[in-house]
């Protein structure tokens, strides 16, 4: 006797006699969330569930990147706009001061010479002197001219570097954050020295008919910056502030490091110090008596440069207008 199953076995197998089709049975399968099979029913298979998975690497570790990317881009920046030394004084603070009403009132200025550490300075008063920016080699014989050096440096081709204002106008430089410290001018004539690498105070001073100029830092705050730009020995020149916020021009009397120099300003008490180029060049001075001193070595430099432009402005430095026209000048001046 035949089983249900053979039966249906032989159903299957038997031929037909009439052109019915054979009915072919439907499957359905149903997906889920562990099928390999597709929300309509079709089979995608392990392959492009690997190729979804890597994708997703993919992106992660894209993203991962441009994070590691910003944070090191944060951090470059952080310390390139991050002054080497600290600001003695802020940008805020210096703004103020140049908004105070300010004339001169000093008459001249006292040399005072100094050894400290073994650098031999000369060091010169400016409190109470009116600041300006010029264009042009002061004339020596005028009265109200005290002390004149040079300020923003520039590359061979003549073009400036760093940020330059010259009553209240910019003029074009290069590299204009490249030097932390600065020089800025009200338009009245007074002076301040800071660190910073922000050009808060520039854009005051060519807001307001100010002058403004970037040098190194040699000082800030009382510290001296973890390295220096220039290297070997010569007649160094700075512009320096005590913490009473007197403001001194120091040259040296021989050839000295930057570090020594910075180092023996420090130990002389002043706080905060921008470096000038030139050195000595200019050794001009006139003194509280009104009497200008001039040597022969400066006098021939200074007659090289008259007959030429000058490739950036010079930091001029004038006491009180006299009020006698008949003092207006100074005889011509004999070799001291």
Known sequence: MKTDQQ???????????????????????????????????FYVGP????????????????????????????????????PEVPAGVSDRENINKLKQPFS???????????????????????????????????????RTLVLFT????????GSLIGTVVNDGQKINSKERKSRQGYLAVSETGRPVIGISLSDKVADYTAHNGGSFFRQYALLGDGELPPSFHLHGKVERAAIARDAADRL?????????????????????????AIYLTGGNSYTFYRDTAGTAHLNDPVRLKYAKYTDRSLPAPLLVFRRKFSNNPNNSTDSPLKPQ
């Not at 009116?130 to 014989?141: G, I, N, Q, R, V």
């Not at 040079?150 to 081709?157: E, F, I, L, N």
Request: glycine content about 6%; charged content about 25%; hydrophobic content about 40%.
């Open 248 to 272: 001194y021009y120091i040259v040296t009397r021989h050839k000295e490091t930057m570090y020594d120099f910075a180092d023996a300003m420090r130990e002389y008490g002043l706080t905060d």
């Open 47 to 82: 392959k492009k569930r690997v190729k979804r998975k890597k994708s997703g690497i993919i992106i992660v570790s894209l993203l991962t990147t441009l994070i590691a990317a910003g944070v090191l881009l944060w951090i470059f920046r952080y310390e390139m706009m991050s």
């Open 104 to 142: 001169a009132d000093a008459e001249g200025t006292t040399l005072i010479s100094d050894s400290v550490l073994g650098v031999a300075m000369d060091i010169y008063p400016l409190s109470g002197l009116k600041a300006s920016l010029e264009a042009e080699l002061p004339d020596t014989a005028d």
């Open 150 to 157: 040079r300020s923003a440096d520039y590359h061979a081709d």
């Open 7 to 41: 039966r249906v076995i032989d159903v299957a197998e038997s031929p037909r006699h009439d052109d019915r089709p054979v009915d072919i049975p439907v499957i359905s399968i149903e997906s889920g969330p562990d099928s390999a099979y597709g929300n309509a029913g």
